[in-house]
């Protein structure tokens, strides 16, 4: 099992989260994402999964929500 936390930004509502959430559940090995909401500000997503998942994959999901991946150290 592998977890990964990415940080979001653009997101201010449940059906943000819903959107995000589905899209990185379609990823192959994803088991779980959970996105603690901060409206306005930026959220955050941990996805556990069976292995470790690629970085543009994670952010081409993101984006097909509709919503931004704030790169680590940023």
Do not use: F, K, Q, W
Not at 12 to 40: F, I, K, R
């Amino acid at each position: 099992m592998t977890t990964t936390t990415i940080n979001i930004t653009g997101m201010t509502c449940g059906h943000c989260v819903s959107a995000v959430e589905s899209e990185l559940s379609g990823l192959p090995g994803v088991e779980t994402v959970d996105v603690d909401l901060v409206n306005g500000g930026t959220s955050t997503a941990t996805i556990s999964s069976s292995a470790p998942l690629d970085a543009a994959s994670i952010d081409e999901a993101v984006a097909e929500a509709g919503y931004t991946v704030v790169p680590a150290g940023s």
